[in-house]
């Protein structure tokens, strides 16, 4: 079975440590289930900046989608 996301099964496969202040903020924004909108207005960017951000997150922990991202954080520690 392919894990959904290789971060979690392989230690060292993608590093947490790539994540930057921003990113772990960003990440607990969308933990506590915050709007793009939302994430925006706290974190002083655009909308579609939020957008860029969660994607690039996404690929640095390997999540195939934004709605299993938090998961993924979860099992690596970082939430």
Known sequence: MT?????????????PATLNRRDLELLRRLADGQSIA?????????????R???????????APGRASLVDVAKDLGLL
Not at 3 to 15: F, K, T, Y
Not at 38 to 50: D, E, G, Q, V, Y
Not at 52 to 62: A, M, P, S, W
């Open 52 to 62: 860029t951000r969660i994607r690039r997150v996404q690929r640095k922990l390997g």
């Open 38 to 50: 939302a994430i925006a207005a706290a974190m002083s960017i655009s909308r579609n900046t939020a």
């Open 3 to 15: 894990p959904l996301h290789p971060a979690a099964e392989e230690p060292g496969a993608r590093a």
